[in-house]
C-alpha cells in the first residue's frame, strides 16, 4: 500500500524560497503522475502542479512563474519549489499521487499528511 | 479554466439524516468528477472517483451521481463520523480545480 510522507521548512520569510520533499513508500514513482496541492487557513483546495516519473510537468498557470516540481527516481521522491514567497502562500501543502484510471479519468489518492508553511517577517 | 461550484457551502444535519452536495462545473466535464471528505487537521480523504465510483473502504451510505456540469454526493443515512468538509474536484482539464467545499455540520 503506497504511503506519502513530506517535510520541509515550515516558516518562512518573504521573497525567500518554499521547498518541500514528498517520499513515496510502498509503490514507485513509475507509472503516475505526481502532484501537490495546497490549503490556506480555513479555506479550500488549491492545485499547484504535478509531474510524472520522467519529469513531465503540468502546472497552474496562476502559480507557473514560480513555481518548479522535479523528481528523484533515485531517492522516490518528488519536490516543490516555490519562489518570491509572500504572506498568501500561508498554507498546508500537501502532495498526492494522481491515480489514473480508464479513459484518463484520475483522481488523487493517497495523500501526504500535509506540511503548514507559514510566511510571516 | 474550469471553476466548480459547490451548494450548499454550509449544512446542519442530525445523525439518521440523508443529505446531498450538490456540485456544478462551469463547462461540460464529462464524468471526470472526483469527491473529497476532510476532517479537521487531517489531509483530503478520496471517496468517490468518476463521479459515481465508490472509493474502497468508504461506506455504501455514500454515493455519486451526475455527468456534464451537475453532480450530487449523497449520504443516505449520516453517521456522526460523516461531520466534515466535502470537495469535488475537476480532472477534466489542467488546471485542475476544486470546489469552495461543503462543511457539514452536527444539528
Known amino acids: 500500500q503506497v504511503h506519502l510522507q513530506q517535510w520541509g521548512a515550515g516558516l518562512l520569510k518573504p521573497s525567500e524560497t518554499l521547498s518541500l520533499t514528498c517520499a513515496v513508500y510502498?509503490?514507485?514513482?513509475?507509472?503516475?503522475?505526481w502532484s501537490w496541492i495546497r490549503q490556506p487557513p480555513g479555506k479550500g483546495l488549491e492545485w499547484i502542479g504535478e509531474?510524472?516519473?520522467?519529469?513531465?510537468?503540468s502546472y497552474n498557470p496562476s502559480l507557473k512563474s514560480r513555481v518548479t516540481i522535479s523528481v528523484d527516481t533515485s531517492k522516490n521522491h518528488f519536490s516543490l519549489k516555490l519562489t518570491s514567497v509572500t504572506a498568501a502562500d500561508t498554507a498546508v501543502y500537501y502532495c498526492?499521487?494522481?491515480?489514473?484510471?480508464?479513459?484518463?479519468?484520475?483522481?488523487?489518492?493517497?495523500w501526504g499528511q500535509g506540511t503548514l508553511v507559514t510566511v510571516s517577517s | 479554466d474550469i471553476q466548480m461550484t459547490q451548494s450548499p457551502s454550509s449544512l446542519s444535519a442530525s445523525e439518521g439524516d440523508r443529505v446531498t452536495i450538490t456540485c456544478r462545473a462551469s463547462?461540460?466535464?464529462?464524468?471526470?468528477l472526483n469527491w473529497y471528505q476532510q476532517k479537521p487537521g487531517k489531509a483530503p480523504k478520496l471517496l468517490m472517483y468518476?463521479?459515481?465510483n465508490l472509493q474502497s473502504g468508504v461506506p455504501f451510505r455514500f454515493s455519486g451521481g451526475g455527468s456534464g456540469t451537475d453532480f450530487t454526493l449523497t449520504i443516505s443515512s449520516l453517521q456522526l463520523e460523516d461531520f466534515a468538509t466535502y470537495y469535488c474536484?475537476?480532472?477534466?482539464?489542467?488546471?485542475?480545480?476544486f470546489g469552495q467545499g461543503t462543511k457539514l455540520e452536527i444539528k
Open positions: 468518476a463521479a459515481s
Open positions: 474536484q475537476q480532472t477534466y482539464s489542467i488546471p485542475r480545480s
Open positions: 509531474i510524472n516519473h520522467s519529469g513531465s510537468t
Open positions: 463547462q461540460s466535464i464529462g464524468s471526470y
Open positions: 498526492a499521487r494522481v491515480f489514473s484510471g480508464w479513459a484518463e479519468r484520475n483522481w488523487f489518492d493517497p
Open positions: 510502498g509503490g514507485s514513482l513509475s507509472g503516475y503522475y
